[in-house]
């Protein structure tokens, strides 16, 4: 195996990695606001997509407005969501939140079903043209349209934690809820705005992924389990280590296929994931005991 | 280094919920029946077992829009011998369990006398044990080789299989000069089943499978599986799945600017494929039955007739061409309708069974049904044809 054939094998890791780095942040944000998993985070992928399919096919609007609509939509159903299904619970039980959040995920991609038919569904690249080649090996345009963009999630997301008010209400939060709330700073509302966000970085996952893959009512569920590895890989912890889970799932599963079987890529890539837990239950990133946004 | 206990047990617990929701257990189990008759006849009741919602959902949809056409069209015209048909229709949400328990429910309470289904192979199979308990016989719309070479009396087959198509692909591929391929398939029922049978078969064809790669369904990117197959030097690429990855798969060839033609079979025939893959779906062939191009069928012969009617009616009611998985569920129905035409009335299970078995030469749209004693799909490599993508239409592969 020569040298362009490693490099494509990397870049196809990198391009699945960085898709699932997407989904895995929204699980970060749910997971550092509730202390629960949202399995309903796929389903955001799906919405994302299936909302900007259905603006540009169907409402003929341009691409870019379709996929601001994509991903505002989730945002909102996102919201929505959190509002009729997540605040009633009032207790915050985490089992029972989890639980709920799987009911959510059945519901979406069901109603999803029924709004949007069953057949699966593309949008154009975001930019038209051959894809790239460089040292023996290719690169889809669209692939560096979701690397920019999983980059810039992280700029932002680490921006916002680290330099506003909100983001810094968010973290105390998040490391201590009772003493959040003794210096004023309102968790339910919290709790709201970290749906909204994790929804539209699903949705922005679904929109960007869509021209490669195409979207499905049935997709949710794929996106959500890879997101969910990578980011209990990279350790719940703060985005970088979303994204770095993400990466590290995906050249996982494209060094299995390289190098052993791609029938036993999925197996193979959890097989590494178990280990990493068993060695360091907090996931590469994480800080053990602590919880950090 | 402490480790939250809690919040260990819950990301456990929750890892393990994680494969539950994943198969889809959203069966409505509403009982959902078609037009009630106004006859006074007893209706005959036949059940159907669809996948409406799940991963099939795009197969079952056209199959139930072709069952509700065709029934309302035969009670129209006096049902058989004064007796309606009704159908039962059951969701299995593409997963074999919900199938069993919907076969069971459709025999057990609603006293059908044939069942048409269900979409998949997997769920299919799944149902063998209630069609044997009841002795019923049942008409699968599956393509997977299994559906009639691990063979039941019971069990008919309208699709052609991969048993069937697989050779006469290979044929095709062979005449094009090539010997090295480099198989690709999904790693669900219906994958896996063909890769089985390429597997099989390549060797009388004289060709050689230089790599073999799978996918599942779901995954987003197929390039590195590609790479493999491109470094290992194949003239031509076989692709077998009936998911939406078959565009994922076209689309990262044209992206790894991989020239040598892709090959698909059956599974692809369908306008999503074309859609998703766009350019990288020029140049794409496959192997499937005439109802794609009526124009394939012989004109002025009689399955010209029949294709293009039911084409026209389907499109007229659904704004839509009916694809070959309508084509399937129109078999499945008319073959039994056309048994039960030939039984004295009170006929049971069993004697319906032998009246299917007996079709001989009927005309469908997947092609000409023969069934004999060992023989439970019916059709020959005459009711295939070669098509091939061109500016985003199927037109007949030279």
């Known amino acids: ?293 | 280094m402490i480790v939250n206990t809690r919040k260990v047990l819950i990301l456990f617990l929750a890892a393990l919920l994680l494969a539950v929701p994943l198969v889809g257990c959203s069966s409505d189990g509403g009982k959902d029946t078609s037009e009630k008759p106004a006859e006074v006849k007893d209706p005959y009741r036949i059940g159907a077992v669809l996948s409406e919602t799940g991963t099939y959902a795009g197969l079952g949809a056209p199959e139930r829009n072709t069952l509700e056409m065709e029934v309302a069209k035969i009670n129209d015209a006096g049902g058989v011998n004064g007796h309606p048909i009704e159908i039962v229709f059951e969701d299995d949400a593409t997963d074999p369990d919900t199938a069993v328990a919907a076969t069971t429910r459709l025999i057990d309470k609603e006293g059908v006398m044939a069942i048409i289904g269900a979409t998949g192979t997997g769920a299919t199979m799944a149902m063998r044990q209630e069609i044997d308990r009841a002795g019923i016989p049942q008409l699968s719309p599956a393509g997977g080789t299994a559906v009639t070479a691990s063979f039941d009396p019971l069990v008919f087959q309208t699709p052609w299989s991969n048993s069937l198509v697989v050779p006469f692909e290979l044929a095709y591929i062979k005449k094009q000069g090539i010997t090295k391929i480099g198989l690709i398939a999904d790693s669900g029922g219906f994958g896996k089943d063909g890769a089985g049978v390429v597997k099989e078969k390549v060797a009388g064809a004289g060709i050689t499978i230089v790599a073999e790669e799978a996918f599942n369904a779901g995954d987003t990117d197929m390039s590195a599986q590609l790479t493999k197959i491109k470094a290992a030097g194949a003239e031509a690429v076989l692709m077998v799945t009936a998911g939406k990855e078959a565009a994922t798969v076209a689309k990262n060839m044209m992206d790894l600017g991989m020239t040598v033609p892709l090959f698909g079979t059956h599974g692809n025939a369908r306008t999503e494929f074309i859609e998703g893959a766009g350019a990288g779906a020029e140049g794409f062939r496959f192997a499937a039955g005439k109802i794609l191009l009526p124009e394939s069928y012989d004109s002025g012969s009689e399955s010209y007739k029949v294709a293009t009617e039911f084409i026209d009616e389907y499109s007229a009611q659904f704004d839509k061409a009916p694809d070959t998985f309508a084509g399937h569920a129109y078999d499945a129905l008319h073959i039994i309708i056309n048994a039960m035409m030939t039984l004295d009335e009170g006929f049971t299970p069993a004697e319906l069974r032998d009246a299917i078995e007996a079709t001989d030469g009927f005309v469908g749209i997947g092609g000409v049904f023969t069934y004999s004693a060992t023989d439970h799909n019916g059709m020959t490599e005459d009711d295939l044809v070669m098509y091939q993508v061109t500016d985003g239409k199927w037109v007949l592969a030279k």
Not at chain 1, 7 to 14: E, V
Not at chain 1, 105 to 116: E, K, Q, W, Y
Not at chain 1, 210 to 228: E, H, R
Request: with cysteine; net charge positive.
């Open chain 1, 1 to 293: 195996m020569g040298a362009p054939e490693l490099l494509q094998f990397a870049l196809a890791g990198l391009k699945n990695g960085s898709i699932y780095a997407l989904v895995a942040l929204g699980f970060t944000i749910v997971y550092a606001s509730t202390g629960v998993i949202n399995f309903a985070q796929g389903e955001f992928v799906m919405l994302g997509g299936m909302l900007s399919v259905w603006a540009h096919s169907t409402l003929g609007l341009p691409l870019p407005l379709a996929a601001l609509i994509g991903i505002l939509g989730t945002a909102v159903i996102g919201v929505v969501f959190e509002l009729l299904a997540i605040r009633p619970r009032k207790d915050g039980d985490p089992l029972a939140l989890i639980i709920i959040t799987v009911g959510g995920s059945l519901l979406l991609s069901n109603l999803a079903r029924h709004v949007f038919g069953p057949s699966e569904r593309s949008l154009p690249a975001f930019t038209a043209g051959p894809s790239l080649r460089f040292l023996g090996a290719t690169l889809e345009r669209q692939s560096l349209w979701i690397f920019g963009l999983t980059a810039l999630a992280v700029v932002v997301l680490t921006v916002f934690y680290s330099r506003t008010r909100l983001g810094r209400a968010m973290r105390a939060c998040s490391i201590n809820r009772t003493a959040a709330r003794l210096v004023g700073v309102d968790p339910k509302r919290l709790v709201t705005i970290s749906f909204a966000l994790a929804a539209a970085l699903g949705g922005l996952a679904g929109v960007v992924t869509t021209p490669l893959t195409q979207t499905a009512f049935n997709v949710g569920s794929s996106f959500g389990i890879k997101g969910f590895a990578a980011a209990i890989l990279g350790g719940l912890g703060n985005p970088i280590a979303a994204v770095i889970g993400g990466l590290v799932l995906g050249l996982l599963e494209s060094m299995s296929i390289a190098f052993l079987s791609s029938t036993y890529k999925d197996a193979i890539s959890l097989v590494v994931l178990l280990l990493v837990l068993f060695i360091r239950p907090q996931g590469l990133l994480g800080r053990g005991g602590r919880e950090k946004v």
